[in-house]
């Protein structure tokens, strides 16, 4: 997901989204343990979408506690 796309959501959606996101991931690590993985690039992209979602979630708290 971009940037811009991420900064439009609210706080909940992208909690939800970085929840989602994360037991993506599990599932992803473990069919990779299992040998069942094809596209192992998948488990990188996600990692750096869930830190997308954990920085703009942040700016949001920071911008909200300096209103």
Do not use: N, P, W, Y
């Not at 971009?2 to 599932?27: F, P, T």
């Not at 299992?34 to 920085?55: N, P, S, V």
Request: charged fraction near 45%; aromatic fraction near 0%; glycine fraction near 2%.
């Amino acid at each position: 997901m971009k940037v811009q796309e991420l900064k439009e959501l609210s706080a909940e959606e992208i909690g939800k989204k970085l929840r989602d996101s994360r037991e993506e991931l599990l599932d992803l690590r473990l069919r990779k343990q299992a040998g069942q993985l094809e596209k192992t690039h998948e488990i990188r992209l996600l990692r750096r979408d869930i830190a997308r979602c954990q920085t703009i979630l942040a700016e949001k708290k920071k911008a909200a506690s300096a209103s």
